[in-house]
């Protein structure tokens, strides 16, 4: 499986402060997407970053992306409760998007 | 307002009774795939279809049939339905690379 990983699998953290999550994975891609889960519900796109590109911003959001070590972080600045959620991240290979396991993101008000 | 529409929302059914999840997109996106996902497992692709009438296997595509005769439509087909298919399902749709979700079926199968 091409599946990614990310780390940690869940993070508790207090509002205002900031959250980050990473992201790692195994093969070449083309670009590598994080999306954002409610409990339960569809995922959501957040943002997208191509293999050429190292750093991406997006509001709150900024995403890194270092293909030597095959591996993305995404940042998100003073958190609010309603970041609660689940983040994923997802490769796109072979013109194929593959997701990692999630990390479970809670934000204490 | 462009969506992904996926029915049933929820099912409970039993071993071996037929059924269908349908999914509708009206974004007139080329590629659409299903995903089902499942606690500590992620999402894992099941089928995809770059196009109309080309379908491709994804990671986990035992038990499930899919079909794609029309652009909008790639309903889900599970023949002979398992306990282990109980899970939440997901279709998505995209033509540039970013996807768009429906909202889930959840499948319990007794």
């Known amino acids: 499986s091409q599946q990614g990983e990310e780390d940690p699998q869940a993070l508790s953290i207090q509002e205002g402060e900031n959250a980050t999550m990473n992201c790692s994975y195994k093969?070449?891609?083309?670009?590598l997407q994080w999306y954002r889960q409610n409990s339960g519900r569809g995922l959501v796109h957040l943002i997208l970053i191509r293999s050429n590109e190292r750093e991406k911003h997006s509001g709150r959001l900024r995403v890194t992306l270092d293909t030597s070590k095959k591996s993305s972080s995404l940042l998100i600045t003073a958190s609010r409760a309603a970041d609660t959620a689940s983040y994923f991240c997802?490769?796109?290979?072979?013109?194929?998007?593959?997701f990692g396991t999630g990390t479970r993101l809670t934000v204490i008000p | 307002e462009a969506q992904v529409t996926q029915n049933p929302r929820y099912l409970i059914t039993v071993t071996g009774k037929k059924l269908t999840v349908t999914c509708s997109q009206n974004?007139?996106?080329?590629?659409m795939s299903w995903y089902r996902q499942d606690p500590g497992l992620g999402l894992r692709q099941i089928y995809y279809?770059?196009?109309?009438?080309?379908?491709d296997k994804g990671d986990v595509p035992e038990g499930y049939k899919v079909s794609r005769k029309e652009k909008r439509n790639f309903p889900l087909i599970l023949e002979s339905p398992s306990p282990n298919q109980t899970s939440l399902y997901f279709c998505?749709?995209?033509?540039?690379?970013?996807?768009?979700f429906g909202e889930g079926s959840r499948l319990t199968v007794l």
């Open positions: 998505a749709s995209s033509t540039t690379g970013e996807l768009f």
């Open positions: 279809s770059m196009n109309v009438e080309v379908t």
């Open positions: 093969t070449s891609i083309n670009n």
């Open positions: 997802a490769t796109d290979a072979k013109n194929n998007l593959f």
């Open positions: 974004m007139n996106h080329e590629y």
